[in-house]
């Protein structure tokens, strides 16, 4: 009865079924096949299946995501194909469950694996280098991969298994095919590199033949070879540079010259021979040669005087060159015939040079003499008061002019006064003589008296300083060069007065942007060069003749002329027509009662 008993409870024990209890299905299998382009997800099991795929990714932050892929509930079998990408690998998980009809669901199996991007192969470099006999065939991998190529000449198969391959060259043309591809031996995910070319190799074609040309010169003969293409020349073996040189000698020369031309991919011409003698050099009789010229000189208090005298019957030639203190040298003028004696007013240091020429001789030695000359300096003036030079032109007249003929002293703020007294004398400047102001580099302003009528020839030549100038309305003429070459003058203010400007008067102005003209009836204007500015300066007009200078010769050559009613053209014309007349009163009361401009 025992024994029954331990039987009984022993089979309870071992019994797969249990009152109370149910079976749980086993785990289903999960497999993943790698294939060259795509990844294949099986899972097989028992009953239902539930499969799920995610795939996982790394956010900018660094954390993980699960990004369902796939999810399916089939029965028995569950495949799912993943291909690979060309950018990144991905990391998928798969997990999957079975369930029997009244068992327990499975345990979740899970498998973790990583899907391989692609990876493409460099495709191999197909090169052909050609020279007059052939190709040179070439094929290189920079990378890793199995190189592998075919190589065909008008289809036939060329061995390639030693490259580079040379394939010469023919009397016909011969088409050359290349493929190549780039492999990996095993493994997956490499996309095979490859590269195809065809190149034509032209038939032997020669150069055409170049010509010699020998050309006879006094000291010399010139050689060249003339043709198509590059073209190479010796003489006696040797090459030389295409035309070349034979200098004459006293003997005389045997040259063998050959040539032959290379035209593009063509091959090389046939080489063209020549023979020529070169006649020997003759040498000329010696020339007697012209008695050099004797030179003096003497100086004055004005000038110096330099004569050129002649040892024999001849024709005189001399030059001036006057010292450069920058350079440390003289700088010459050109040759001139000498007829007079040479006059020298002006201060410096100078090197006179001169050589002579007789019939039937060859020119003398050339002579010369340095000096230095000093004159006595003149004044131009006839009394000075307050750093300004006048001379008198009338009883009770003077004009501004420079202090001497060497040198012009003025600098800083020039201020020219309407009269000026001198020797119990009280005079009116009416002028600005002639070069009054003449190369005055540090002249930075100058006001203007209120008698000036006229500004001479070149008065502010060159006055590099100067940035403003304003004439009185009294100023009548504006000579040429008057204002030329101030390149630092901005703005230019005319007075009503003004009736004429000579040429050239605000030539080389490059700063004028700026010129307000107060005169009712537009001045006479010389030519159209007195102004560099026409473009970029503006003219400032009264309104009520603005159209007078728009509409005239040389001032409507500005691109802006605007009207401003502060440009008064004179005085009681409040109108703008040129006269003062009852109607400039009546605009004037009514301007003062109402306001109005």
């Given at each position: 009865?025992?024994?029954?008993?331990?039987?009984?409870?022993?089979?309870?024990?071992?019994?797969?079924?249990?009152?109370?209890?149910?079976?749980?299905?086993?785990?289903?299998?999960?497999?993943?096949?790698?294939?060259?382009?795509?990844?294949?997800?099986?899972?097989?099991?028992?009953?239902?299946?539930?499969?799920?795929?995610?795939?996982?990714?790394?956010?900018?932050?660094?954390?993980?995501?699960?990004?369902?892929?796939?999810?399916?509930?089939?029965?028995?079998?569950?495949?799912?194909?993943?291909?690979?990408?060309?950018?990144?690998?991905?990391?998928?998980?798969?997990?999957?469950?079975?369930?029997?009809?009244?068992?327990?669901?499975?345990?979740?199996?899970?498998?973790?694996?990583?899907?391989?991007?692609?990876?493409?192969?460099?495709?191999?470099?197909?090169?052909?280098?050609?020279?007059?006999?052939?190709?040179?065939?070439?094929?290189?991998?920079?990378?890793?991969?199995?190189?592998?190529?075919?190589?065909?000449?008008?289809?036939?198969?060329?061995?390639?298994?030693?490259?580079?391959?040379?394939?010469?060259?023919?009397?016909?043309?011969?088409?050359?095919?290349?493929?190549?591809?780039?492999?990996?031996?095993?493994?997956?995910?490499?996309?095979?590199?490859?590269?195809?070319?065809?190149?034509?190799?032209?038939?032997?074609?020669?150069?055409?033949?170049?010509?010699?040309?020998?050309?006879?010169?006094?000291?010399?003969?010139?050689?060249?070879?003339?043709?198509?293409?590059?073209?190479?020349?010796?003489?006696?073996?040797?090459?030389?540079?295409?035309?070349?040189?034979?200098?004459?000698?006293?003997?005389?020369?045997?040259?063998?010259?050959?040539?032959?031309?290379?035209?593009?991919?063509?091959?090389?011409?046939?080489t063209v021979y020549m023979e020529y003698v070169v006649a020997p050099l003759i040498v000329p009789e010696p020339i007697e040669q012209t008695i050099a010229p004797t030179m003096s000189f003497e100086c004055g208090e004005q000038s110096c005087i330099v004569c050129i005298n002649e040892s024999e019957p001849s024709d005189i030639y001399y030059r001036i060159g006057t010292y450069d203190e920058g350079t440390g040298t003289f700088v010459f003028g050109d040759w001139m015939p000498y007829q007079f004696a040479l006059e020298i007013t002006i201060q410096g240091k100078y090197r006179v040079e001169a050589y002579a020429v007789a019939p039937g001789k060859e020119s003398s030695l050339t002579c010369a003499i340095e000096f230095v000359f000093n004159p006595v300096i003149a004044p131009l003036y006839d009394f000075e008061k307050d750093g300004i030079y006048y001379i008198v032109i009338g009883s009770d007249k003077v004009e501004v002019c420079r202090g001497s003929n060497l040198y012009n002293s003025y600098s800083g703020q020039v201020n020219i006064p309407a009269t000026v007294t001198y020797g119990g004398v009280t005079y009116m400047v009416t002028g600005i003589a002639s070069d009054a102001f003449h190369d005055c580099p540090n002249l930075t302003g100058v006001s203007i008296g209120a008698y000036v009528t006229s500004i001479g020839n070149c008065a502010f030549f060159n006055c590099s300083s100067l940035t403003s100038v304003t004439l009185g309305d009294y100023v009548i003429d504006v000579d040429a060069y008057a204002f030329a070459g101030c390149t630092s003058l901005v703005s230019v203010t005319l007075g009503s007065g003004v009736a004429r400007i000579g040429e050239m008067a605000f030539s080389g102005c490059t700063s004028l942007n700026s010129v307000t003209c107060k005169a009712a009836t537009p001045p006479v204007v010389s030519d159209r060069n007195a102004f560099d500015c026409y473009e970029s300066a503006t003219l400032y007009v009264y309104p009520a003749v603005k159209d007078r200078y728009r509409n005239g010769s040389i001032w409507s050559l500005f691109q802006i002329i605007e009207a401003q009613d502060k440009v008064a053209p004179s005085i009681g014309d409040v109108n703008g027509d040129g006269v003062t007349t009852v109607s400039d009163v009546t605009r004037l009361i009514n301007m003062l009662l109402t306001g109005a401009n």
């Open positions: 009865m025992k024994k029954l008993l331990f039987l009984l409870l022993t089979m309870l024990a071992t019994s797969p079924t249990v009152v109370g209890a149910t079976r749980q299905t086993p785990e289903p299998v999960i497999e993943i096949v790698e294939s060259q382009d795509y990844y294949t997800i099986h899972v097989t099991g028992l009953g239902q299946l539930t499969v799920r795929v995610t795939g996982v990714w790394v956010g900018e932050s660094g954390e993980y995501h699960e990004d369902l892929m796939d999810e399916d509930v089939v029965d028995g079998e569950y495949s799912f194909v993943v291909n690979r990408m060309y950018d990144s690998d991905l990391h998928l998980i798969v997990r999957a469950t079975a369930q029997v009809d009244g068992e327990q669901p499975s345990e979740t199996a899970e498998h973790e694996f990583w899907v391989v991007k692609y990876f493409r192969l460099p495709d191999p470099e197909i090169t052909f280098e050609e020279n007059y006999d052939g190709v040179l065939v070439d094929v290189t991998v920079d990378g890793y991969g199995d190189l592998n190529c075919e190589i065909y000449v008008d289809g036939r198969s060329i061995d390639c298994s030693n490259l580079p391959v040379f394939i010469d060259r023919s009397d016909e043309l011969q088409q050359v095919d290349v493929s190549a591809t780039t492999t990996v031996s095993g493994g997956y995910g490499w996309i095979p590199g490859s590269s195809n070319a065809t190149f034509e190799l032209e038939p032997y074609i020669p150069s055409p033949d170049p010509i010699i040309m020998v050309e006879e010169l006094d000291d010399c003969v010139r050689i060249d070879a003339i043709g198509d293409g590059e073209i190479y020349l010796f003489v006696n073996g040797n090459p030389v540079e295409n035309p070349c040189y034979v200098e004459r000698t006293e003997q005389e020369q045997n040259l063998e010259i050959t040539a032959y031309a290379i035209l593009g991919d063509y091959v090389p011409s046939t």
